[in-house]
């Protein structure tokens, strides 16, 4: 696999990674089978993938501690993405954006013991909180990097602004952004600013949250606790409406013999080398599909074909209010 620095501070890492969440939350299946789960870890660094993406609210807690337990022979060969403040330590864990530092430094110790490492690699703040400055949790994740307890920081569906703030008080190593053939918000304004800030990008849920793979096609395949029950894009009408979206991918793999999801990568992959995207699975067979999604090569009319289909019917989360702020 190629590789990429992130960022001009961060890591060199594969420049696909594995998205840990829906091994243990929010999707169908998770929770179900651990050991398939640490079995598509082991083989995703086998492949070469190095970026590893969990969260403490991954369960909560069940994520980290399944990619610790993975992972305790094998630390030097990964990076650890995890994330903090989307739960309050001092409220019983209560749901919600919350950036203070006292929040922040229970969350990494939480972290470090569930994932059974000294440090961790990248730690981003999950969701910027609207009432502690951005300053006030970058100036604490600042000490926790010359603490020697993470390496480097990042944000998750932060605003330029925002990112700029951040960036003002210590290097951001890298933006948490949804971005895909499904997701185009990123575009503009967004990547101009990491870019010219030399922040690394990293785009979840690359794979549309599984709809680019083309295996969805009704919301009865999905389990009752499922997220994406309840996701505007896969609601009624806008169901329907979306799967041409599938259908146009579906197009282009089929002239080059690859799977929708493959596309779907290999398209983000061409937006630029300073992308690594996250798709997540539990399984060993679509992450060596994800994978070999590397050395597809688009040509430019199959790239302006993809890029030229028209924005999902739907919001991407039922309420916006969290993201890009």
């Given at each position: 696999?190629?590789?990429?620095?992130?960022?001009?501070?961060?890591?060199?890492?594969?420049?696909?990674?594995?998205?840990?969440?829906?091994?243990s939350?929010?999707?169908?299946?998770?929770?179900?089978?651990?050991?398939?789960?640490?079995?598509?870890?082991?083989?995703?660094?086998?492949?070469?993938?190095?970026?590893?993406?969990?969260?403490?609210m991954?369960?909560?807690?069940?994520?980290?501690?399944?990619?610790?337990?993975?992972?305790?022979?094998?630390?030097?060969d990964?990076?650890?993405?995890?994330?903090?403040?989307?739960?309050?330590?001092?409220?019983?864990?209560?749901?919600?954006?919350?950036?203070?530092?006292?929040?922040t430094?229970?969350?990494?110790?939480?972290?470090?013991k569930?994932?059974?490492?000294?440090?961790?690699?990248?730690?981003?703040?999950?969701?910027?909180d609207?009432?502690?400055?951005?300053?006030?949790?970058?100036?604490?994740?600042?000490?926790?990097?010359?603490?020697?307890?993470?390496?480097?920081?990042?944000?998750?569906?932060?605003?330029?602004?925002?990112?700029?703030?951040?960036?003002?008080?210590?290097?951001?190593?890298?933006?948490?952004?949804?971005?895909?053939?499904?997701?185009?918000d990123?575009?503009?304004?967004?990547?101009?600013?990491?870019?010219?800030?030399?922040?690394?990008?990293?785009?979840?849920?690359?794979l549309?949250?599984?709809?680019?793979?083309?295996?969805i096609?009704?919301?009865?395949?999905?389990?009752?606790?499922?997220?994406?029950?309840?996701?505007?894009?896969?609601?009624?009408?806008?169901?329907?409406?979306?799967?041409?979206?599938?259908?146009?991918v579906?197009?282009?793999?089929?002239?080059?013999?690859?799977?929708?999801?493959?596309?779907?990568?290999a398209?983000?992959?061409?937006?630029?080398?300073?992308?690594?995207?996250?798709?997540?699975?539990?399984?060993?067979?679509y992450?060596?599909?994800?994978?070999?999604?590397?050395a597809?090569?688009?040509?430019?009319?199959?790239?302006?074909?993809?890029?030229?289909?028209?924005?999902?019917?739907?919001?991407?989360?039922?309420?916006?209010?969290?993201?890009?702020?």
């Open positions: 696999m190629k590789k990429i620095t992130l960022g001009t501070n961060g890591p060199e890492i594969g420049r696909i990674g594995l998205g840990l969440m829906g091994m939350a929010f999707y169908t299946g998770a929770g179900t089978d651990d050991a398939a789960s640490v079995a598509t870890i082991h083989c995703a660094i086998d492949l070469g993938v190095t970026l590893f993406d969990t969260a403490e991954y369960g909560p807690y069940l994520n980290e501690t399944l990619l610790g337990s993975a992972i305790a022979d094998r630390r030097d990964v990076v650890i993405a995890t994330k903090f403040g989307t739960l309050d330590h001092a409220n019983g864990d209560a749901y919600g954006a919350i950036g203070t530092p006292e929040n430094r229970i969350s990494i110790e939480g972290s470090l569930r994932l059974g490492t000294d440090h961790i690699d990248l730690y981003y703040q999950h969701r910027m609207p009432n502690t400055p951005i300053e006030d949790t970058v100036g604490v994740l600042a000490e926790l990097i010359v603490e020697g307890k993470i390496r480097g920081y990042g944000l998750s569906e932060a605003a330029p602004a925002t990112i700029r703030r951040a960036h003002a008080v210590h290097p951001v190593t890298a933006l948490q952004t949804e971005y895909s053939l499904w997701t185009r990123p575009e503009g304004e967004i990547l101009d600013t990491v870019r010219e800030l030399g922040i690394g990008f990293v785009p979840y849920s690359p549309g949250r599984g709809f680019l793979t083309g295996t096609r009704s919301v009865e395949q999905l389990d009752d606790g499922d997220f994406r029950k309840a996701n505007p894009r896969f609601a009624g009408d806008n169901l329907e409406a979306n799967i041409r979206i599938v259908e146009q579906d197009a282009v793999a089929s002239e080059i013999g690859a799977k929708p999801g493959q596309v779907a990568l398209w983000l992959l061409a937006q630029g080398d300073d992308i690594a995207p996250i798709p997540g699975t539990k399984r060993i067979s992450l060596e599909e994800n994978v070999a999604a590397d597809i090569e688009l040509t430019a009319a199959q790239l302006a074909t993809l890029s030229s289909i028209s924005a999902p019917a739907g919001d991407r989360y039922a309420d916006m209010s969290s993201v890009n702020r």
